[in-house]
């Protein structure tokens, strides 16, 4: 009696062709791949919205399929990393898709990087943190890159350019301004987030990026509580203390009471450290303001019924 083997017959491809050849064939192909397989990019600093933008290219995929190719990467594991494509693998999604039209390149990590930087630099509107963080993740790679033999249409080693000099020439911002978008990243999420908004200019924020996240906090209490911004000459100074080692909560709160030009002389000032020590420790930040407005009004109304009982004592 003949029985069935279990083993399957190994293909044709596999049989005549080498590992690095059937890897080979991975790469460099425009196909679709399915968004299973995908992995997001590490640390991707731009943000991938679902607003009126990403509906109108939901519809536009739904349509007419993705014109442009993602770009990916063969990682060590099998899977894929995404390196160019972040709004069209979110646009699938939502299209009720289950794979990406994409095109597989054979890159190194840094050459991602660069790759990753460059296509995302082409969107019209980019936010001061999304820049900050992708100057830094392409410089980095492109300082790493400077000891390396040149690949593929790489920068060539032997330059006489340093890497912030490489990186303002093909993005047209100067070294200086390369460089202030840099020191972004070294704010706490919460006053990164004012420079989003515009509620807080670059130069006084990059001055802040030098203080420690401790003395950073303090600037954010007293920016929350007095509802003002530091200016670009008080952060000079909070700068210059914190780097003579006299920096503390009482002479931020001092500094960031000053009257600006541009503030109206009737703006209430807090000393933030002072009223932090009287707040609960569990009190939310945003629950702030509805505390100090409940105290007050408690007080007085404390205050009224002890004035009353002090003159019904007084007429008697």
Excluded: W
Excluded at 103 to 115: G, I, N, P, S
Excluded at 230 to 258: F, G, W, Y
Aim: glycine content about 2%; some cysteine.
């Amino acid at each position: 009696m003949t029985r069935t083997s279990d083993f399957s017959l190994p293909k044709f491809e596999d049989i005549f062709s080498t590992q690095e050849e059937r890897d080979e064939a991975k790469l460099d192909k425009i196909r679709d791949i399915p968004l299973s397989e995908i992995d997001s990019f590490p640390d991707h600093p731009f943000h991938v919205r679902d607003d009126e933008d990403m509906l109108q290219l939901v519809e536009s995929i739904k349509e007419h399929g993705v014109m442009t190719p993602a770009v990916l990467r063969l990682k060590e594991d099998g899977r894929y990393e995404l390196v160019a494509g972040h709004r069209r693998k979110r646009a699938c999604e939502l299209a009720g898709l289950d794979t990406l039209r994409s095109e597989v390149k054979d890159l190194t990590r840094d050459e991602a990087v660069v790759y990753m930087v460059e296509s995302n630099f082409q969107r019209t509107a980019i936010l001061p943190s999304e820049k900050a963080f992708a100057y830094r993740m392409r410089y980095e790679a492109m300082k790493r890159q400077a000891g390396r033999p040149a690949k593929g249409n790489s920068s060539p080693v032997g330059t006489d350019f340093r890497s912030d000099e490489l990186l303002s020439q093909e993005t047209g911002d100067s070294r200086n301004q390369i460089h202030r978008y840099i020191r972004l990243t070294y704010l706490i999420p919460e006053l990164l987030k004012l420079v989003d908004e515009g509620r807080m200019k670059m130069r006084p924020a990059v001055e802040l990026s030098y203080l420690n996240p401790y003395y950073q906090q303090f600037v954010l209490d007293e920016i929350e509580l007095n509802e003002c911004t530091p200016s670009h000459a008080q952060t000079i100074r909070m700068r210059k203390l914190a780097d003579e080692h006299a920096l503390d909560a009482d002479i931020i709160s001092d500094i960031m009471s000053e009257e600006k030009p541009n503030q109206k002389t009737e703006r209430l000032a807090f000393n933030a450290a002072r009223v932090r020590k009287l707040l609960p420790d569990d009190l939310p930040k945003e629950k702030t303001e509805d505390f100090i407005c409940e105290a007050i009004t408690f007080y007085r109304k404390y205050h009224r019924e002890r004035s009353a009982r002090s003159s019904d004592r007084d007429a008697r």
